[in-house]
């Protein structure tokens, strides 16, 4: 939020610097984020003075130039060569004498130098008024007032803006200082803390008086739940023309557009008090009636940015007789609001509910200046006042005369509220105590009227328009911003507490496995939890009833939880590959989102995407491209890692994978995996394989707990190595071999491993050929040629007997 300093002295007469002010302001809870200059002429017009032409004659060498000698009220008069066809001897004006700075219309400077021009010396440059942003013509130089003092500097003839504005980053809860009075009034308490009494001066309205009833429009307010007062009056007979200087520059100093001086006069109240104003065109008004209601659902209308929108059942409507004129407290109408033909307007001035603003604001996606102050909640005390303020300010700059009483509809006044404060919870807050006097001083500073006050409290009224300020604690917080953060002491000793954490800690957890991740090339990203519900269509495993839907979307596209991580996932890898980097590992962290008929649930996941080559391209090693068993093999490092073993694997069917496996522990579903199917991808615009798993992590933190780790000695005793080429049928699968391998031998049987595959020549059809190696080991002593032996031919007669092996 832009404050002008200058603005804001109008209702403190202050003299500090604004660097100090910005300070104080800050303290006070308003931080000042910044410090801009504003000037209605860049540069000030310094360095530009009232000059007299003494002589004009010819230039020798130029036909469009003129030699002209100047006095500038300096010692002696000075010659410039000037190209300006109107330049003529005993005009006034304007010189921009040596070593000044000018400025072109994209604002780069240039300084004014001794030259010479076609071998004259010129030692200036008189000035159009286009060269010093005093006007758009460059027909020729400015010609002044014959009266106007020779030397004279031009900043003191015009009328130049400087000022500084502070930028507020201002907090969601502090309603009352979105104006420049709210911000005066909080810096009136500020300084009287530093023993500094200025008084809050406040536009007066006391000369607001009914010139004629000649226009009178009644008002109507139908929903009074969300328009709890409503104010307005009729002026007629006034001229919409260019607002004044003083008001345009008031309000580019902030940042706004002057439009015409009715609008611009309802912007400047609007940041003068922070009451949002509104005029209406009299003459478009049906039926001279306003109706405050909502309209039907699906009734369209359209707004001053030439946009129709489609009206919601709750959207407040100001209406006419006949049609909508205003989305109420966001944004007028095109067919309603003030042209250059406007002779007479209805001006409102209401409090509209700050619940109804916002959701109708959001609904449509509009943020205008009047909502952003209604959504917060503004003083409802002040509507009569602002409208009263704003009404002689249009008749004094716009003509015209006030032609009808003031309507005001305030049937459930908005009362100011009761809390109690007690003096030892304001010192247990605190940490140390602050004097009584002090407190009941800076309350009183910030408008809290202080009923009654005994041995253990106060009793304090807070005005209504301190909606954030409703509790105890919230009355402390008010009085420390004002005493001072600064002011309080602090202790020397710092005393802590130990928290007993638990081993399983799910931060913990994830920190293990988020760092064995990293290691091994995956990069963690974090994804929108707001998703699209159209990815529902992809798959039938998600439920578009499960959906959670939120109440105020900021688009289609993001208006539900996701159910699942895949597809936040592969927006990350379609990211990623469309900027030309293919190779990705990714992992993420997150939860899904579900709306059952008889609960809602979140659960926990860790998701794994892989795709395109497993390392990059170098001049010693070829590229590997990830597979399946790339996959298998990283989850299977990950589920060692966390101690969960004695997982049993099975193929899963899904429509989103087009080969996948699952790993469940119990009955407890751990992890499924595999390869995405081009379908899914290809809605993506992804044109490349990526592999996919989904950790339930819910359920590995459940089975973490249970998991104990036990330590044993390295054994002293060598293992051994044994290896088996085994021919199989095709539908005998490596965990087949695995498996009986274990049962036949528990005890000295260490490791079975997988080492390589062959299907091809020379093998009868329908077989396939495993080589296996097994270590053995015994950890008491060391194997004999007979023991071995033993267990080898053991292993071999399982595998012939049950799986119909055969030796190759």
């Not at 580019?252 to 104003?277: A, C, F, M, R, W």
């Not at 890692?641 to 004695?646: H, I, M, P, V, Y």
């Amino acid at each position: 939020m832009k404050i002008s300093y200058n603005w804001l002295k109008q209702f403190i007469n202050i003299d500090w610097e604004a660097e100090k002010t910005g300070e104080l302001l800050t303290d006070l809870g308003l931080e000042i984020e910044g410090i801009d200059i504003y000037e209605s002429v860049k540069g000030g017009l310094k360095g530009i003075v009232i000059g007299e032409v003494l002589t004009c004659v010819q230039h020798s060498n130029a036909d469009r130039l003129k030699v002209t000698t100047v006095d500038i009220g300096a010692d002696a008069p000075v010659q410039i060569v000037c190209g300006a066809p109107n330049v003529a001897t005993g005009q006034k004006v304007l010189v921009a004498t040596i070593g000044s700075t000018l400025y072109t219309t994209e604002g780069e400077a240039w300084k004014i130098k001794k030259g010479k021009i076609r071998g004259e010396e010129s030692h200036g440059m008189i000035c159009a008024e286009d060269e010093l942003g005093l006007g758009e013509s460059h027909d020729g130089i400015m010609v002044l007032d014959t009266k106007l003092k020779v030397g004279t500097f031009a900043s003191k003839v015009f009328e130049i803006e400087n000022d500084e504005i502070f930028e507020i980053g201002l907090t969601p809860n502090r309603a009352d200082a979105m104006s420049h009075y709210g911000v005066a009034r909080d810096l009136k308490a500020g300084l009287l803390q530093k023993e500094i009494q200025l008084e809050l001066i406040t536009p007066s309205v006391s000369s607001f008086h009914v010139d004629a009833r000649s226009l009178k429009i009644d008002v109507d307010v139908q929903d009074k739940e969300n328009a709890p007062r409503y104010c307005g009056v009729t002026i007629t007979g006034l001229k919409v023309d260019v607002s004044p200087s003083w008001l345009q520059h008031r309000l580019k100093s902030i940042g706004l557009s002057p439009i015409n001086n009715i609008v611009d006069i309802t912007n400047y109240v609007l940041h003068e008090l922070g009451q949002p104003l509104h005029a209406f065109d009299a003459n478009k008004i049906t039926g001279n009636k306003i109706e405050v209601k909502t309209c039907n659902a699906g009734t369209k209308f359209t707004t001053l940015d030439d946009v129709e929108r489609v009206l919601h059942e709750d959207d407040l409507m100001i209406c006419d007789a006949e049609k909508p004129m205003c989305i109420a407290g966001i944004f007028g109408g095109i067919n309603s609001g003030v042209t250059e033909g406007t002779t007479s307007i209805f001006l409102e001035s209401a409090y509209f509910n700050p619940v109804s603003v916002r959701k109708t604001a959001k609904r449509h996606g509009l943020n205008t200046d009047a909502s952003f102050r209604f959504e917060r909640g503004i003083d409802p005390n002040i509507t009569e006042y602002a409208l009263k303020r704003a009404a002689l300010m249009i008749v004094e700059i716009a003509g015209g005369e006030i032609s009808s009483d003031i309507s005001d509809t305030y049937v459930n006044k908005i009362n100011d509220f009761e809390v109690r404060l007690s003096f030892d919870n304001a010192k247990k807050l605190i940490g140390e105590e602050i004097p009584r006097e002090t407190i009941k001083s800076i309350l009183t500073s910030l408008e809290i009227k202080v009923n009654n006050v005994t041995e253990t409290g106060l009793g304090l009224t807070i005005p209504a328009y301190r909606n954030d300020v409703q509790r105890e604690a919230d009355i402390i917080e008010e009085i420390l911003r004002v005493y001072g953060y600064n002011n309080l002491g602090t202790t020397k000793k710092l005393n802590a507490s130990i928290s007993n954490s638990k081993r399983f800690e799910d931060y913990k957890l994830q920190n293990i496995i988020g760092n064995q991740l990293a290691s091994q090339g995956f990069y963690e990203i974090m994804a929108n939890s707001l998703t699209t519900p159209k990815y529902m269509e992809l798959t039938e495993q998600l439920n578009a009833d499960y959906n959670v839907e939120i109440l105020n979307p900021l688009s289609n596209d993001l208006s539900v939880m996701r159910q699942s991580l895949l597809f936040s996932g592969l927006e990350a890898v379609c990211y990623n590959i469309n900027r030309r980097r293919s190779d990705l590992k990714l992992f993420e962290f997150g939860k899904t989102y579900h709306q059952y008929p008889d609960k809602r649930e979140e659960d926990k996941h860790l998701s794994l995407f892989v795709t395109g080559n497993i390392s990059e391209e170098r001049w010693n090693t070829g590229v590997t491209p990830s597979d399946f068993f790339y996959l298998k093999g990283t989850l299977e490092t990950i589920l060692q890692r966390l101690g969960l073993n004695r997982l049993k694997s099975s193929p899963i069917k899904s429509d989103v994978f087009s080969e996948g496996m699952s790993f469940s522990l119990g009955k407890k579903n751990i992890v499924d995996f595999g390869l995405v199917k081009k379908s899914v991808l290809k809605h993506f615009g992804i044109s490349q394989n990526v592999l996919f798993a989904d950790f339930n992590w819910d359920n590995i933190l459940e089975m973490a707990k249970h998991n104990s780790i036990k330590f044993k000695p390295i054994p002293k005793y060598p293992e051994v190595r044994r290896d088996f080429a085994l021919l199989v049928d095709n539908t005998v699968s490596f965990e087949d071999i695995y498996t009986i391998a274990k049962q036949t031998e528990k005890q000295l049987l260490k490791n079975v491993n997988l080492f390589d595959v062959y299907e091809g020549k020379n093998l009868t059809e329908g077989k396939k050929s495993y080589a296996v190696s097994f270590i053995l080991q015994d950890e008491h002593k060391t194997l004999t040629d007979k023991q071995i032996d033993k267990i080898m031919s053991k292993l071999q007669s399982n595998f012939e007997s049950k799986l119909g092996a055969e030796l190759r």
